[in-house]
């Protein structure tokens, strides 16, 4: 196989330099200043106690690839990129596989609106990307756990293939046929991105405001009858796996969402995380104010690109009480 990474950013650079660095073929797609420094000089992957520069093909589009059999489309992005995504790959390969290495549970109903065959994909993998042409990956023993399964449920032989080269690539990948299990446990975790995007990591009423958001997460996914991994499924998954270390002496500052904050890319995914919740509280009359709150506050943050950690979390908890 090979894999086409598209958004190759925090998540999409360690994947696909991990899989070349293990003799995968690997393209990456990227726009803008990364791009060019992908280019120019390479791919710098930072990881505790190690530092590689890669150099790989780099694209800046789905139209740039000379599409052919064995391709595996593996999408990177946020949520907010996939749709105009997933349109132009339909125009082009209609046949490939594509994998959602994404958070939240949107991306999948829509590639499976264009596409016959997509996999899920749960990713957990503290990663940064803030400067062009570096990713850097915090996590040791392994620097992710990637577990797939078909959408919504199964796995096959691409499945299983996937998965032993990420095996290959020092991840720890497992096909699960039912992933969408893990992907709505990942949603819950993944409502504190925006807290912690608005208020900063540092902030002493974080944890309730992120409490307080996954809580209304849990009921609507209960009243909805959505199965979902449970808390100590995921703990036993993660804990003994993924440890974050400092790398040059820093530690990760922030999450997927925080980063997007912080390079000012004018846009959140919190619409397909907290706003999934607020739709299922919607359908379902549970109540979402934090959610509801908590997307406004970022989305507002994004369109005026407002730096990270302006807010602050017990008035925003006051707020909605």
């Known amino acids: 196989m090979r894999y086409v990474v598209i958004g190759a950013g925090a998540i999409g650079g360690t994947i696909g330099g991990r899989l070349a660095e293990a003799g995968r073929d690997v393209v990456l797609v990227a726009r803008g200043a990364h791009l060019a420094a992908l280019r120019e000089s390479g791919l710098t992957l930072d990881e505790p106690g190690r530092s590689r520069t890669l150099r790989l093909p780099a694209a800046a589009g789905v139209d740039e690839i000379e599409w052919?059999?064995?391709?595996?489309?593996?999408?990177?992005?946020?949520?907010?990129?996939?749709?105009?995504?997933?349109?132009?790959l339909r125009a082009l390969a209609p046949d490939v596989p594509?994998?959602?290495?994404?958070?939240?549970?949107?991306?999948?109903?829509?590639?499976?609106?264009?596409?016959?065959?997509?996999?899920a994909m749960c990713v957990v993998l503290p990663a940064e990307h803030l400067r062009p042409g570096r990713v850097v990956a915090y996590s040791t023993p392994v620097p992710g756990i990637l577990d797939l399964g078909r959408y919504p449920d199964g796995v096959d032989t691409i499945t299983e293939g996937i998965a032993a080269d990420l095996t290959a690539a020092g991840f720890s990948s497992r096909p699960d046929p039912a992933i969408m299990r893990a992907k709505y446990r990942k949603l819950l975790l993944n409502?504190?991105?925006?807290?912690?995007?608005?208020?900063?990591?540092?902030?002493?009423?974080?944890?309730?405001?992120?409490?307080?958001?996954?809580?209304?997460g849990e009921k609507c996914l209960a009243a909805a009858g959505i199965d979902v991994q449970s808390r100590e499924e995921e703990r036993a998954r993660r804990d003994a796996l993924i440890t974050e270390r400092p790398v040059d002496g820093a530690a990760r500052q922030g999450?997927?969402?925080?980063?997007?904050?912080?390079?000012?890319?004018?846009?959140?995914?919190?619409?397909f995380l907290n706003g999934e919740i607020v739709a299922l509280g919607r359908a379902h009359e549970v109540p979402t104010p934090v959610n509801a709150l908590l997307l406004d506050t970022v989305a507002e943050m994004a369109a005026g690109t407002e730096a990270p950690g302006g807010r602050d979390a017990q008035q925003l908890l006051a707020a909605v009480r």
Do not use: I, M, Y
């Open 255 to 271: 999450g997927s969402t925080w980063q997007s904050l912080r390079r000012g890319a004018g846009s959140v995914e919190a619409e």
């Open 98 to 119: 594509v994998v959602c290495a994404q958070n939240g549970v949107a991306n999948e109903r829509f590639a499976a609106e264009r596409f016959s065959s997509v996999q």
């Open 68 to 88: 052919q059999d064995g391709d595996v489309a593996l999408l990177c992005t946020k949520t907010q990129d996939t749709v105009p995504l997933l349109d132009a």
């Open 191 to 216: 409502l504190a991105n925006a807290a912690e995007a608005a208020c900063g990591p540092d902030d002493p009423g974080l944890r309730d405001l992120a409490g307080a958001a996954r809580d209304e």
